[in-house]
């Protein structure tokens, strides 16, 4: 317990400090993070029979977060995003070479690591930047709300949970702790709305509702990943919380739709 409350706290002060820095650390951060997330999604799905690609993909989820960092910061236009594309054909052409004897089931396992690893992160970068212009206090607020989310469904889930959200995949998560979670979430976009400029009051709220639900969904996702490949953690490198994918795995289903909302409403 001791040594993930220190790997979390330290964590933490590294995420905001990369996210209030500056634009460019900020896209960088992230986009690392996204790279090794693929990569780490790569090594736990290799098995005798599937063998995702592993260097093509981190090279293809590089290339990725460049281009997308790029066009946030306005270094590139949007179109040349359409770069990416011949990335995945490079992914089916390279299989040819390799002499796999499954290549289909190493091109999909990587395909899906990118989408899964790496393609959030890139959407969160974006919401600092729906704007155009560099604002942290977007992301920032998101991580908040996402770790406000997580701390409500776990205090009340202790205190008062009894009825079981989804026993097949997580046998500890109830239905209280999911409510609890939003609450804490909501309660908490009502504060950054006064603090944190850059979004209305309905917007933060609207934030918060998509991260309490959808942030609980990843996490279930991420566990029925961990249960069909029969492991426990996606990694080591956090010490007390295990991987990149285990420490983001509710924002991997809710950055991209907050994204979205963000941008169409």
Known sequence: MKTRAITGFFFVLVLVAATIFNAYVFAAFFSLLGIFSAREFFGICKTADTKPLMWIGTICAAVMALLASAVFLGQLQPLSLLLAVPLVSLLF???????????????????????????????????????????????????????????????????????????????????EGFIGGVVLAILVSLLLNHYFVGLTQIQWISMALIIGIFGTLGDLVESMLKRSLGIKDSGQILPGHGGFLDRFDGLLIAAPLVFIVLTLF
């Open 93 to 175: 052409i390279s299989s040819l070479y390799l002499k796999r004897e499954k290549p289909f089931h190493d091109i999909a396992y990587t395909v899906l690591g990118l989408w899964y690893g790496c393609v959030p992160f890139l959407f969160f970068i974006g919401l600092g930047f729906l704007d155009t212009t560099f604002n942290p206090n977007i992301p920032m607020g998101f991580l908040i709300m996402l770790w406000s989310n997580d701390t409500g469904a776990y205090l009340s889930g202790r205190a008062l949970g009894k009825h079981k959200l989804f026993e097949r995949i997580s046998p500890n998560k109830t239905w």
